[in-house]
C-alpha cells in the first residue's frame, strides 16, 4: 500500500509502502531488521519500501508488527 505522504524518518529518507508480503513459491529466508528473527517469504510478514532524496529505494522486510514499530521509533529517533 503506498502512503497518501511518505512518512519522513529523518534525513533523507521516507517510508513510501507498507504491505505484507507472501511469496508461496520463495524460499528465501531474510533475518529481521530489528530483532534479527527470520523472515520466511513464503510466510506472511511486513514489507516497507523506502525512499531516499536521491531516488533509491529500498525494502525492508519485518517478522512481526511490532518489530516494524520498534524500527519506526528507532529511525525516527536518529
Known amino acids: 500500500m503506498e502512503l497518501p505522504t511518505p512518512y519522513a524518518l529523518g ?3 521516507y517510508v513510501e509502502t507498507v504491505s505484507v508480503g ?7 529466508v531474510r533475518d529481521c531488521v530489528v530483532c534479527g528473527g ?3 517469504a513464503d510466510d506472511w510478514h511486513l514489507v516497507v519500501g523506502v525512499l531516499d532524496t536521491t531516488g533509491d529505494r529500498q525494502r525492508h522486510h519485518h ?3 511490532d518489530c516494524l514499530t520498534e ?3 528507532l529511525m525516527t529517533a536518529a
Open 11 to 13: 534525513g533523507t529518507y
Open 22 to 28: 507472501k511469496q508461496s513459491d520463495d524460499e528465501t
Open 38 to 40: 527470520h523472515v520466511y
Open 63 to 65: 517478522c512481526s508488527d
Open 71 to 73: 524500527w519506526l521509533k
